[in-house]
């Protein structure tokens, strides 16, 4: 098999382009005609593969699509217009009333507010373990789970759980294991090789190629056969391993109007070419970041699983590989110390995004977890002593030295 890179930048759909065009071009159309009106017919039916709407299928979204199944190894792949809406949709498609997920309090914030502020008002039932201990895992599963949910590095507490352990837990009660592995991409983590069933994504981090724009990406990794899902059972028996994809295609996503701008889409196609050069070096960077950091009088602790003395850095490494991830958190004296620094900061951004082409940090405490209560947020792991750091594309050094005159008392 060729390489990441290689088929990031030649992979897509088959066939010459009609112009002759070295990339697919940006489809900014909304209606496609057909030839014959039973053309159209079978088009909608899905018993011919072709366009009829951009809110259900687009070329140049198609094409980013093809490119992810190349790159991932998954076996279908839906572009949805963000991250939020890529769980969303693949939670609206397994669950229902009455039914429940096992996931983790320590979630992206957003996250955790589309399970309770969103979902559990229609009757989803979310139930919160500690992913890193399987028997808690098990014990919270039931005949009435529909999914259990994870994510590959919890933002921003940088959790490792073990995915493949989980994955089997799940497998052995008939349950999928979604994971969102925002931070580490297919690049860095095959979550098909960890028995993961779907794999979610906000391609607006390192997909898009540097923040370019919003989109999200699911795949189903073929791993999990649907007619144990419940909502999905009776379209299996008919369409067999697409059923989960088919859902979503011609219902969920269709009907929730979750569609990716075409041209969002061309922008991270191109943002794919480059993402694998991109990674590693705000993988090198962070790891350079975290020990500085470390050894920093005024800093108190660094989390980051690539360092030795992260709790989850052997699972990081058995996981992963050398590479952690372009993530990471540190802890000053208290809340006004990290205003502080960052108001001292003149290259490193004051910002909400991560995995930008620029270093960019946030006080997580007082920002995208400023809706929950004092209590809530410290049962999700976010203190107000700490900071996230996204490490960019930037010369490590000046990083660093950002960092050093941030740091000196004023």
């Known amino acids: 098999m060729k390489g990441f890179t290689t088929r990031a930048i030649h992979g897509g759909l088959a066939g010459p382009e009609a112009h002759g065009a070295l990339r697919t071009p940006v489809y900014d159309t909304v209606a496609y005609e057909h030839d014959t009106a039973h053309s159209l017919q079978l088009a909608f039916e899905g018993r011919k593969p072709a366009h009829v ?3 259900i299928t687009n070329p140049t979204v198609q094409d980013l699509e093809q490119k992810l199944r190349l790159l991932s190894g998954g076996m279908a792949v839906l572009a949805v217009s963000s991250g939020m809406a890529a769980i969303s949709n693949t939670v609206l498609a397994l669950a229902g009333a009455g039914a429940n997920i096992v996931t983790s309090r320590h979630l992206f914030g957003n996250t955790i507010s589309l399970f309770e502020k969103t979902l559990a008002p229609w009757g989803l039932e979310v139930r919160y373990v500690d992913m890193t201990d399987p028997e808690a895992v098990e014990q919270a599963v039931d005949d009435s789970t529909r999914a259990i949910y994870l994510e590959s590095i919890t933002n921003p507490q940088l959790e490792v759980a073990d995915c493949s352990l989980v994955a089997q837990i799940g497998a052995g009660r008939n349950v999928p294991l979604i994971v969102d592995n925002t ?3 297919p690049y860095l983590f095959d979550t098909a090789g960890a028995g993961v069933a779907v794999e979610v994504l906000s391609s607006t981090k390192y997909i898009s190629g540097g923040a370019t724009c919003l989109g999200g990406i699911i795949i189903d990794n073929g791993t999990f056969d649907w007619r144990h899902a419940p909502r999905l059972a009776e379209r299996a028996g008919r369409i067999g391993p ?13 009907d929730t109007g979750a569609c990716l701008a075409p041209h969002n889409a061309y922008l991270q196609s191109l943002g794919l070419e480059t993402m694998g050069l991109r990674i590693e070096r705000s993988c090198a960077n962070a790891l350079c970041i975290a020990r500085y950091l470390s050894g920093h009088a005024k800093v108190c602790s660094v989390n980051y699983p690539g360092l030795p003395e ?12 050398d590479r952690f991830g372009g993530i990471l958190t540190f802890d000053l004296a208290d809340r006004q110390a990290c205003f502080d620094l960052m108001d001292r900061l003149r290259i490193i951004r004051r910002a909400t995004n991560i995995n930008d082409n620029k270093t960019l940090i946030l006080h997580p405490h007082s920002t995208i977890f400023a809706e929950y209560a004092d209590e809530e ?5 976010v203190r107000p002593t700490m900071l996230r750091l996204s490490a960019g594309i930037e010369d490590h050094d000046d990083i660093l ?5 941030a740091l000196k008392t004023p």
Not at 310 to 315: D, E, G, N
Not at 377 to 381: R, W
């Open 242 to 254: 697409m059923a989960f994809i088919g859902s979503l295609r011609q219902e969920v996503y269709r």
């Open 377 to 381: 947020k410290e049962a999700m792991g």
């Open 183 to 185: 931070l580490m991409t």
């Open 401 to 405: 030295a950002d960092l050093e005159e």
């Open 310 to 321: 992260s709790p989850f850095h052997a699972t990081a490494r058995r996981q992963f590989g």
């Open 53 to 55: 709407y951009s809110r």
